[in-house]
């Protein structure tokens, strides 16, 4: 089954406490990204990756760093969390960056910064 | 600055009736557009899309309008379910780039039984 995995589904941590959260997928995309969904403002696009080693600021990337090493995986990284990072998190990937497609989401991941 | 815009935080409609769902957006580069539905502790999916060459296109129950010169798209839901109440995300980019996507701030749609 074609699927976007996330873990963890719910956080809780603290401030400053560093955290990561997985992202995998299973359908040889080459494009993936992280979105942060919070209320009144959609889902805004944290950080993307057009393939292996490439990777790119989105619109809100402050406090957050990615990786990508593998096709299959994308992890976002909270360095020194802070409350205003407490949000609902998206993966998502497609095929390409430069195709005009649909992209599968992974369940969410659900952070509390205390 | 949101370029993507849905206006309704809200709809609520009876089963069987039209649902509709609007979307404005000011970026005139933008050129293809997505419907997504959100249920609640699921991801968003893919519902629908529509390029800028075309001002229609239909799947089953669902049709989404564009209007190119009012930069507004609209999503028809006929006839409406219950199991069609979830948030409705419209999203837009321009041609063939993906990292310039927007997303609007979703409509939360309640179809009542």
């Known amino acids: 089954e074609a699927q976007v995995t996330q873990n963890p589904r719910y956080l809780i941590t603290v401030t400053g406490k560093k955290l990561t959260v997985t992202c995998s997928q299973n359908m040889n995309h080459e494009y993936m990204s992280w979105y942060r969904q919070d209320p009144g403002l959609g889902l805004r696009q944290i950080y993307y990756s057009m393939n292996v080693e490439v990777t790119d600021k989105g619109d809100v990337p402050e406090g957050y760093k990615v990786s990508r090493k593998e096709k299959r995986n994308f992890p976002l990284i909270l360095e020194s969390p802070s409350p205003n990072q407490t949000s609902l998190y998206f993966c998502?990937?497609?095929?390409?960056?430069?195709?005009?497609?649909?992209?599968?989401f992974g369940q969410g991941t659900r952070l509390t910064v205390v | 600055d949101q370029q993507v815009k849905q206006n309704s935080p809200s709809l609520s409609v009876q089963e069987g009736r039209i649902s509709i769902l609007n979307c404005d957006y000011t970026?005139?580069?933008?050129?293809?557009f997505l419907w997504y539905k959100k249920y609640p502790a699921e991801g968003p999916t893919f519902l629908i899309s529509?390029?800028?060459?075309?001002d229609k296109n239909e799947d089953g129950r669902f049709t989404v309008f564009l209007n190119k010169s009012a930069k507004h798209l609209s999503l028809h839901i006929v006839p409406s379910q219950p199991g069609d109440s979830a948030v409705y995300f419209c999203?837009?980019?321009?041609?063939?780039?993906?990292?310039?996507?927007?997303f609007g701030a979703g409509t939360r749609l309640t179809v009542k039984p």
């Open positions: 998502a990937s497609s095929a390409r960056w430069d195709e005009n497609t649909e992209a599968f």
């Open positions: 999203a837009a980019s321009p041609p063939y780039n993906n990292n310039d996507m927007r």
């Open positions: 970026n005139s580069m933008f050129d293809y």
């Open positions: 529509i390029s800028s060459i075309k």
